[in-house]
């Protein structure tokens, strides 16, 4: 894994001459290994390393025979081998062990359809001499961050947005549409970002400057792959299939030449690869988790019960509130776009404490996007009966939702009904966004100052899907996953120098499982249905059963208790051109009375007040 960067300009060689040793500094945490750059006529490129494949031999940028075809890559292509065994039955000659250096030769032999044949996690600039073309890419679920600028002064590309704004080509200007949907849903989805100038590539999307035109287009997207037909396939087949899928994709994210380990948090997914890695790994399996010192968001026991059955050697941090604060000053100059997701700083935490063993570890994202583990499917299935109610029972039902007062707990059933009740009858979409979102359209309108730049955006259309819950399954897949998790995963690790790999995410286990019918993912109350089945004789009875928690944070009485002061000192800085400042401290009042929980609007506020702070001081 790394850090990317580079730029196509009539002036190359000279403003790269300027601008590149201060994109590639400001890269330094993703990359601490080593920094290389190449200048081929227009273009230079150029790449921070986190050395995991051929470690004294692997540097980027890598070329093919003739030099005219350069390229970096953040991330790792796991099958490099077969690819590299086939190009070099065709001839093609290598000079390293790097799984990047197929990029090249794979161009020359596929065109612009080589990003098709990749699988793994990347994000990659190539550079075509010949043809003075550079091919942006990046894969398909968004595990790899890529950014873009197109300028009077040319063209600039990176990892991260700091690059593009180290470089000097464009200005930190808040694009505050992006800003409101990040309000509304917590991250600044794709292709949008928080700076006006700057452009995210979309997950599957595929960049073409040539000449004067630039060309986006998306190679691969997941969302019509749940409106498709389903297989037609019964419990104990989907399971067989999907056992082989996992252990393949977990096979192949455990190439590394460097120590390698896993988060495991004692829930289902990460057990399972856990279970899964442990035979195909020489010697002891490091397994690392955290917990927190408050009932109901301690995972620490589970994961414990996991590591003993596995028998790994396991390492536990707990986090406490000073910690916490200490890990979010550390972490938040190295955003470069809000984040609403609590999680971040735990993540960031653990993926600090865990490089301390290995540079790589393996993670569970996606399981629950691709096998329907959260609360909010099962409440889209429960929603159509609460509408089948009367139109006066719905009433009444809905005006209580205020009532049940603003409990601390995360998962209580207090806090699920009332989330619940307050968005049963909206569409779809709309209800899912009220959901899992943090400050809803009518508050946002009401905290944001008049005429000031916040208006709330329109509410997102629902996908065509097979059922309902399959559209909730796409829209959580292209937005919540690709641009809450998926970000959180990388900037939290790459802050400690450490890789992510999300086996769950393998693009050919994401294609069967989009395609398994719903019936095979929920059943009852019950979730993740093929999912058990498929790791049945891998993960204990007690971890299977496990009802779905997830790492949540005891932010609800962290911002009434230990982190008060910290929360009313930021939210007290926030830009009253921007916010109304006594809407905002009537949200923290209610919440430390006990009014309303508003962990989730308030922390939203507190991430955009520091993300601007640190723009400001970059």
């Known amino acids: ?60 940028p890598l070329r093919n025979e003739a030099g005219d075809v350069i390229a970096v890559c953040n991330g790792e292509i796991y099958n490099s081998a077969s690819l590299r065994s086939a190009l070099q039955a065709r001839g093609h000659r290598f000079r390293t062990r790097s799984d990047a250096e197929v990029l090249p ?89 928080a700076f006006r100038e700057i452009v995210k590539l979309p997950p599957g999307g595929r960049l073409v400057l040539e000449g004067e035109g630039l060309a986006v287009d998306r190679y691969w997207e997941v969302a019509p792959l749940l409106a498709a037909p389903a297989l037609a396939l019964d419990l104990d087949a989907a399971a067989e299939t999907l056992r082989a899928h996992l252990e393949r994709a977990v096979r192949a994210a455990l190439v590394s030449d460097v120590p390698l380990g896993i988060f495991l948090s004692g829930g289902l997914d990460s057990t399972a690869i856990a279970a899964l ?81 290995v540079k790589v570890v393996l993670v569970g994202e996606g399981g629950d996007e691709l096998f329907a583990g959260y609360p909010t499917y099962l409440g889209g299935r429960l929603s159509a009966g609460f509408r089948r109610l009367s139109p006066g029972l719905r009433r009444a039902l809905a005006a209580a939702a205020p009532l049940l007062g603003a409990p601390r707990g995360n998962t209580t059933l207090r806090y699920l009904l009332r989330r619940f009740l307050e968005a049963a009858e909206a569409p779809a979409a709309a209800r899912h966004r009220a959901w899992t979102g943090c400050v809803g359209a009518e508050l946002l309108t009401a905290i944001a100052a008049p005429g000031g730049p916040l208006v709330a955006p329109p509410e997102p259309d629902t996908p065509p899907a097979r059922t309902e819950v399959d559209a909730l399954l796409a829209l959580d897949l292209t937005g919540y996953l690709a641009d809450d998790l998926l970000p959180k995963l990388d900037r939290a690790t790459m802050a400690a120098s450490l890789e992510g790999r999300a086996p769950y995410l393998d693009h050919h ?59 009313r000192a930021t939210l007290a800085r926030l830009d009253a051109q921007v916010v109304r400042p006594e809407a905002v401290r009537a949200l923290l009042d209610a919440h430390v009375a006990g009014r309303r929980d508003n962990r989730r609007e308030l922390w939203a506020l507190v991430m955009l007040q520091l993300w601007r702070e640190a723009c400001a001081s970059s």
């Not at 330094?28 to 390393?49: E, F, K, M, N, V």
């Not at 947005?161 to 990040?182: E, H, I």
């Not at 089945?533 to 230990?562: E, F, H, Q, Y």
């Open 509 to 567: 286990l994401v294609e069967f499982a989009c395609r398994l019918p719903l019936a095979l993912k929920l059943h009852g109350l019950s979730s993740k249905r093929v999912l058990r089945r498929a790791i049945t004789d891998l993960v204990p009875a007690a971890i299977r059963r496990r009802v779905k928690r997830g790492l949540t944070v005891p932010l609800a009485a962290w911002l009434a208790g230990p982190l008060l002061p910290f929360a």
């Open 277 to 357: 890695a442990r035979p195909a790994v020489d010697g002891e399996l490091a397994t690392f988790a955290l917990g927190f010192d408050v009932p109901g968001f301690d995972e620490r026991e589970h994961a414990a019960l996991a590591a003993r059955a596995l028998r790994t050697r396991h390492r536990t941090l707990t986090i406490t509130p000073e910690l916490f604060l200490e890990g979010l000053r550390g972490l938040v100059p190295l955003l470069d776009e809000p984040l609403a997701d609590p999680a971040l700083v735990p993540t960031f935490l653990l993926a600090r404490f865990a490089r301390s063993e």
């Open 105 to 193: 030769h794979l161009y020359e032999e596929y065109g612009l359809d080589f990003v098709q044949l990749l699988d793994g996690m990347f994000g990659l600039a190539l550079w075509d001499a010949r043809r003075a073309r550079l091919v942006l890419a990046r894969d398909r679920l968004g595990e790899k961050p890529l950014y873009y600028a197109a300028t009077p002064d040319g063209f600039f590309f990176a990892s991260e947005p700091k690059a593009l704004l180290a470089g000097g080509a464009v200005a930190d200007t808040p694009d505050w549409t992006a800003l409101a949907l990040y309000l509304r849903t917590g991250y600044v989805p794709a292709p949008a970002s």
């Open 1 to 60: 894994m790394c850090g990317i960067y580079g730029l196509v300009a009539r002036d190359g060689a000279a403003r790269a001459e300027a601008v590149l040793p201060r994109m590639a500094t400001s890269l330094a945490h993703r990359g601490p290994d080593g920094d290389g750059t190449a200048i081929s006529g227009q273009a230079a490129l150029g790449c921070r390393r986190l050395a995991i494949i051929d470690v004294a031999g692997g540097a980027q």
